[in-house]
């Protein structure tokens, strides 16, 4: 069973650029979350998918867009990027949406905005 | 809306010690699971111990456990005998319906030999 994986593993963007992170869940899990970690602080939701349809959004803008494919691999994709987008990004899958199900960590993608 | 509060930045314990950890939190949902993750250099979240809102006895994982005090929103994380490895950033989590978790800030532990 393979667990969740994240590529790239680091990035440098310019402001302005359009960037695609990408991470494939662990095997049989039909859901992914995505985190934007700052640095010293905690992961903030972005968005999440479920069966391919977006199903909850954080308080982040629209230039954060998403997939999740037939696989259940998925997609960030962040527009016009600003030097606040600079951050860890991590993908978490899980089995279900149930409350208690364990959301399992990708190493994320360190993204740097310059 | 949610909300995980984390009061110790840093934490320090010696080797073969107990530490503590604090955690409280907000909600108005009466179903919900909170959890803690531990966060090593690696930057893998991994998660440590688990607790349902609706049970009253305190989560166990081997050296790990929690102190839930539903009341007082309260769900704190006791390290025992406490290993180098366990040296990592720890975040307090919160989950309702649909997974999606709410964290607090977290909490640097460092372990020294």
């Known amino acids: 069973e393979t667990g969740v994986t994240q590529s790239p593993t680091h990035l440098i963007k310019t402001r302005g650029q359009q960037v695609t992170l990408r991470c494939s869940s662990q095997s049989g899990h039909n859901t992914v979350s995505w985190y934007q970690q700052a640095l010293g602080q905690g992961p903030q939701f972005i968005f999440q998918y479920y069966r391919e349809e977006e199903n909850g959004r954080g308080n982040f803008p629209p230039r954060f867009s998403g997939l999740q494919f037939p696989n259940y691999s998925s997609e960030l994709n962040v527009n016009a990027l600003e030097l606040d987008d600079s951050a860890l990004y991590l993908c978490a899958s899980s089995l279900d949406l149930g409350a208690g199900t364990e959301a399992f960590f990708g190493q994320g993608t360190r993204l740097t905005v310059v | ?113």
Not at chain 2, 3 to 26: F, G, I, K, R
Not at chain 2, 64 to 78: E, G, I, R, T
Not at chain 2, 89 to 111: D, P, S, W
């Open chain 2, 1 to 113: 809306a949610q909300t995980v509060t984390q009061s110790q930045p840093e934490m320090s314990v010696q080797e073969a010690e107990t530490v503590t950890l604090s955690c409280t939190y907000d909600t108005s949902e009466s179903d919900y699971y909170l959890f803690w993750y531990k966060q090593p250099p690696s930057r893998q979240m991994i998660l440590v111990i688990r607790q349902e809102a609706y049970k009253q006895q305190n989560a166990t994982e081997n050296r790990f456990s929690v102190n839930f005090q539903k009341a007082a929103k309260s769900f704190s994380l006791k390290i025992s005998d406490s290993q180098l490895g366990d040296a990592a950033m720890y975040f307090c989590a919160l989950g309702e319906y649909g997974n999606k978790l709410v964290f607090g800030a977290g909490t640097i532990l460092r372990v020294k030999s």
